[in-house]
T-cell receptor
Framework: SQQGEEDPQALSIQEGENATMNCSYKTSINNLQWYRQNSGRGLVHLILIRSNEREKHSGRLRVTLDTSKKSSSLLITASRAADTASYFCATAFQGGSEKLVFGKGTKLTVNP | NAGVMQNPRHLVRRRGQEARLRCSPMKGHSHVYWYRQLPEEGLKFMVYLQKENIIDESGMPKERFSAEFPKEGPSILRIQQVVRGDSAAYFC????????????????FGPGTRLLVL
């Protein structure tokens, strides 16, 4: 299976703390993307990291990619209650596939 | 600059009825993707279309499901004779260009249609 897997499945932290979520995948990728989904809503694209990049920042988000370990991490610094959501990694695989392959997500709860 | 539009947002059907889900891609986007999300799960790819062409339907169930993206109008995902197991959120995404051969392109998602089969 090409499916990415996030861990942990659920994460509960206090406002102001940092949240780290990890994603692992199985085959070579073109890029890896992180999305956020608020409960019952659509997906919001957060950040895309290409296979030749190791780290990327966007505001309070920091994404790393280790292609040798086939893993990525998403760090949210100084979390806020509004960051409460599910976070998914999605991979675009090499080899001619157009589809994004999603993991099951990490459910983040930020307590005020 | 409107994003990806999907309608209806919620759809209730009885077993055996038909469900038609619509998706209008972002302006300037000619690539459309459909995904299905079961409760507490990630999204699963169903089908990828360009105008008037199905490019990849490897994720589509072989029976009862069909998709189209006509020259004019929205993309349609059609589910015939719905069963309870079809209850899910169906998301449409669009992109400006093909993902193939590029490591920069991403897909932009609509708000989804939540289908409930009674």
């Amino acid at each position: 299976s090409q499916q990415g897997e996030e861990d942990p499945q659920a994460l509960s932290i206090q406002e102001g703390e940092n949240a780290t979520m990890n994603c692992s995948y199985k085959t070579s990728i073109n890029n890896l993307q992180w999305y956020r989904q608020n409960s019952g809503r659509g997906l919001v694209h957060l950040i895309l990291i290409r296979s030749n990049e190791r780290e990327k920042h966007s505001g309070r988000l920091r994404v790393t990619l280790d292609t040798s370990k086939k893993s990525s991490s998403l760090l949210i610094t100084a979390s806020r209650a509004a960051d409460t959501a599910s976070y998914f990694c999605a991979t675009a695989f090499q080899g001619g596939s157009e589809k994004l392959v999603f993991g099951k997500g990490t459910k983040l709860t930020v307590n005020p | 600059n409107a994003g990806v539009m999907q309608n209806p947002r919620h759809l209730v059907r009885r077993r055996g009825q038909e469900a038609r889900l619509r998706c209008s891609p972002m302006k300037g986007h000619s690539h459309v993707y459909w995904y299905r999300q079961l409760p507490e799960e990630g999204l699963k790819f169903m089908v990828y279309l360009q105008k008037e062409n199905i490019i990849d339907e490897s994720g589509m169930p072989k029976e009862r499901f069909s998709a189209e993206f006509p020259k004019e109008g929205p993309s349609i995902l059609r589910i015939q004779q719905v069963v309870r197991g079809d209850s899910a959120a169906y998301f449409c995404a669009s992109s400006k260009t093909s993902l193939l051969g590029t490591s920069r392109e991403t897909q932009y998602f609509g708000p989804g249609t939540r289908l409930l089969v009674l």
